[in-house]
């Protein structure tokens, strides 16, 4: 059994609503197995330049937690959505690479293909004054 993941952007008062109808919040999303606040502390930790440490997982806040952990969406951290917005192109292909060789990815390119789309959402998330959330379903 896997952890489902998607990452989506959206106002607080409605970010719950992913639970009930997720494809409301199309096309501001993107779909992965697998990813969790562990592996996103861990970009984050990159992110600052930082070491990875258990602290870096609370900056994550539960909006919705279902079924005793088994149904979540967390708000990535307002400072870390406007870094990933921040990032070049090239700035993005070295974090990408740190990252797969920090966590145990499948490959550089999903990786890299991951944080494209994180890059994506946040300056989507700016552009529109709103936030991005990882949904994760057990």
């Given at each position: 059994m896997g952890v489902h993941a998607n990452f989506f952007v959206a106002r607080d008062a409605v970010a719950h609503q992913y639970v009930e109808n997720p494809t409301?919040?199309?096309?501001?999303?993107?779909?992965?197995?697998?990813?969790?606040?562990?592996?996103?502390?861990?970009?984050?930790?990159?992110?600052?330049?930082?070491?990875?440490?258990?602290?870096?997982?609370?900056?994550?806040?539960?909006?919705?937690?279902?079924?005793?952990?088994?149904?979540?969406?967390?708000?990535?951290?307002?400072p870390m959505v406007s870094a990933l917005a921040d990032l070049s192109a090239q700035q993005a292909q070295l974090i990408a690479q740190k990252w797969y060789e920090a966590d145990e990815f499948e490959s550089p390119e999903l990786c890299a293909e991951i944080l494209a789309d994180l890059v994506r959402l946040a300056r989507r998330a700016l552009e529109t004054r709103q936030n991005v959330y990882l949904f994760n379903l057990v």
């Open positions: 409301m919040f199309d096309p501001d999303s993107a779909d992965y197995k697998g990813m969790t606040t562990s592996e996103l502390s861990g970009l984050w930790a990159l992110l600052q330049g930082v070491e990875w440490e258990m602290g870096l997982l609370d900056e994550f806040e539960i909006v919705v937690n279902e079924d005793e952990g088994e149904c979540t969406i967390e708000r990535f951290p307002g």
